[in-house]
């Protein structure tokens, strides 16, 4: 499957930075100034995937796009859905007025088909996340491929044309590959914790020390979330309070596809 892009609201130039990322998985510190698109280098991780895995934190990559001056943006996004708190947080995104973005594990739509349609009656953007977690550093260019194309297919043709490596794992033939697919792959800047169970107050704590620009890495899936709904209930008024607003990744916009 190959995405073209149809985007709205978002400047060529800034669109273009994007694109684009800077350094490696190695080389790379915790960055807190805006959403981290890898393009050029990546996170890796060698652990082996389980049946009901759980994203391990990887080290930031780079990025060279940040928000302009004054802008006090933040993109949530939840990894893991459809699963059974993807209705919670929507109540609560919808509770707030705010929009976000979800990486979508394929073979979790067979169940919970209107959990993806909801995402999208709302005005959230989505993106690949593989078919059944999978650690794609692990997997040769045909298991990648059905991995990202399978999961694009379950999704449909509203799911925006970036993709989430579970694991934060992707080496350099994944990513060669999401890219020829016309997948941007996205990371995170700030990681609340919850796929390590965090509490509540570790969660909220996290979500408070936002900065413009982060990307947040939560979870709709995968386990117990009820800890992540609570904070996120307590804590996105507060921001908002604070002047921040919250959008869903620019690059995993609605698109069109074509085969």
């Known amino acids: 499957m190959r995405f073209t892009r149809e985007f709205a609201g978002v400047s060529a130039a800034a669109l273009a930075l994007l694109l684009a990322a800077c350094g490696t998985a190695a080389q790379a510190e915790q960055e807190n100034s805006g959403p981290q698109v890898d393009s050029e280098s990546v996170a890796t991780s060698k652990r082996k995937p389980k049946s009901t895995p759980e994203p391990t934190p990887v080290p930031s990559v780079k990025p060279s796009w940040s928000p302009t001056s004054g802008d006090k943006t933040v993109y949530l996004t939840f990894?893991?859905?459809?699963?059974?708190?993807?209705?919670?947080?929507?109540?609560?995104?919808?509770?707030?007025?705010?929009?976000?973005?979800?990486?979508?594990?394929?073979?979790?739509?067979?169940?919970?088909?209107?959990?993806?349609?909801?995402?999208?009656?709302?005005?959230?953007?989505?993106?690949?996340?593989?078919?059944?977690?999978?650690?794609?550093?692990?997997?040769?260019?045909?298991?990648?491929?059905?991995?990202?194309?399978?999961?694009?297919?379950?999704?449909?043709?509203?799911?925006?044309?970036?993709?989430?490596?579970?694991?934060?794992?992707?080496?350099?033939?994944?990513?060669?590959?999401?890219?020829?697919?016309?997948?941007?792959?996205?990371?995170?800047?700030?990681?609340?914790?919850?796929?390590n169970k965090a509490s509540e107050s570790q969660i909220y704590n996290v979500l408070m020390g936002a900065k413009p620009g982060d990307v947040i890495l939560m979870h709709d899936g995968g386990g117990d979330r009820s800890n992540t709904v609570a904070a996120l209930r307590d804590a996105l008024p507060k921001l908002k309070d604070k002047g921040y607003s919250f959008a869903s990744v620019p690059v995993c916009l609605p698109i069109t596809s074509t085969q």
């Open 79 to 195: 990894d893991d859905g459809p699963g059974p708190y993807t209705q919670k947080v929507l109540d609560v995104l919808k509770e707030n007025d705010v929009k976000a973005t979800f990486f979508i594990i394929g073979k979790m739509i067979r169940t919970r088909e209107a959990d993806l349609q909801r995402v999208y009656d709302e005005g959230h953007a989505t993106g690949d996340h593989t078919w059944d977690h999978a650690d794609l550093s692990r997997m040769n260019a045909t298991e990648i491929d059905r991995q990202l194309n399978k999961s694009a297919v379950a999704i449909g043709p509203k799911m925006g044309p970036c993709m989430r490596p579970p694991y934060g794992a992707l080496d350099g033939e994944a990513r060669k590959l999401a890219v020829s697919y016309g997948m941007t792959p996205v990371m995170w800047t700030r990681d609340t914790n919850d796929w």
